[in-house]
Nanobody, 124 residues
Framework: QVQLVESGGGLVQAGGSLRLSCAAS????????MGWFRQAPGKEREFVAG????????LYADSVKGRFTISRDNVKNTAYLQMNSLKFEDTAVYYCGANGGGVIRMTTHDYGYWGQGTQVTVSS
């Protein structure tokens, strides 16, 4: 069993930055692919970014490419999402997910573990 806890959300002005963290417990993070998703009010949860177990391979949604960076520290058992140049449309609850597969997946049903989410609000 894996427990995930996100932190780092908040209110920021457009153009600003935030760094989200996802702390894992119950299982070594190095065995898991990590993904960040987000869900805006009235919308489905969507893929934002993913990183493989080694951290060498990443994948991003087109909407955040060049602005967001996913990373991980397997020693600290924590994954991160650095968000720069934030836009109003980035406002959402951000969730981290984990799965034990070998390929980064972009669909929610491929992730067996989820955190409770952290709210990111970008003011225009």
């Amino acid at each position: 069993q894996v427990q995930l806890v996100e932190s780092g959300g908040g209110l920021v002005q457009a153009g600003g930055s935030l760094r989200l963290s996802c702390a894992a417990s119950g299982r070594t993070l190095s065995t898991l692919i990590m993904g960040w998703f987000r869900q805006a009010p009235g919308k489905e949860r969507e893929f934002v970014a993913g990183v493989t177990q080694s951290g060498r391979t990443t994948l991003y949604a087109d909407s955040v490419k060049g602005r967001f960076t996913i990373s991980r520290d397997n020693v600290k058992n924590t994954a991160y999402l650095q968000m720069n140049s934030l836009k109003f449309e980035d406002t959402a609850v951000y969730y981290c997910g984990a799965n034990g597969g070998g390929v980064i997946r972009m669909t929610t049903h491929d992730y067996g573990y989820w955190g409770q989410g952290t709210q990111v609000t970008v003011s225009s």
